[in-house]
Structure formats: structure tokens, C-alpha cells
């Protein structure tokens, strides 16, 4: 019945709760627990390589969050800097395959983009330029 199938789905649930907290518990050292940790820095560390990024160093650690709004927040994480280099180079990859798609007319320019063609020695915006701003700010 749908009730039992709540009640399985609830279940699973705080099953799944109580084994994210304790992966991302440092006084947590069950083995089951580490080797969840090793998984999970294999699989990124295999997410870059499939992406040709191995030149990025992840770094893996328990760390203040700092993209999540509640305070003291700790995870088991990759360094903010090696976050802000995966995003800046997605964000550039998700730009180039654009402008390819474009180019091969699956998608028009938007009339923003005809309009702003980048003049030379002009560098754009990034997206994440602020917050790498703040990053070198409180690391000074």
C-alpha cells in the first residue's frame, strides 16, 4: 500500500541521513565510514580525469562550508579554491560547447550576444570573479 511504502521511504531516509552526517563527522573512523570517504575522493579524482582536469588538486578535507548559509557547517570537502577552478572551468566549457551549437545553427544568438562582440584586449566578467576576489582578500 502506499502507507508502507511511506513508512520504507521514511526509513531509508534517516538511513541515508545518519550515513551522509557520519561521512562528513571526523570523529567517525569506522572503516565502512572511511572507506566511503576513499570512494568519494576516487570518484572526483575519476570525474577529473575523465574531464582532462587532473591538474587540479583537490585536496580533500573536513572544512568549513562555505557555500552553505548555516554557520558551522563542516564537511567532508573538496578546498574552496579547487571548487572555484572546477566551476570556472565548467563554466567555460558550457560556453564553448554553446557558441559550437550556435555555430552549427542547433541554437540562434540571443540578440544580447550578436550585440556584445568582445573587443580586443576587452577580457569579460567572469562568473565567479567575486568570489575569487574575497577568497585572495581573506587569504592576505
Known sequence: TFEEADIIAESLIRIL?????????????????????????????????????????????????????????????????ARLEILRRLAALNSKLHDEEVALGLFKASKREASQKPRSGDREAGLFDDEAAEMETVDD
Request: proline share 0%; charged share 25%.
Open 17 to 81: 541521513k545518519k550515513i551522509y552526517n557520519a561521512v562528513h563527522d571526523r570523529s567517525d573512523v569506522e572503516a565502512h565510514i572511511t572507506a566511503l570517504r576513499e570512494g568519494r575522493v576516487a570518484l572526483d579524482n575519476s570525474l577529473l580525469a575523465a574531464y582532462g582536469w587532473a591538474d587540479v588538486q583537490l585536496t580533500h578535507d573536513f572544512r568549513q562550508a562555505s557555500y552553505i548559509s548555516e554557520s558551522n557547517v563542516i564537511r567532508f570537502t573538496i578546498s574552496d579554491e
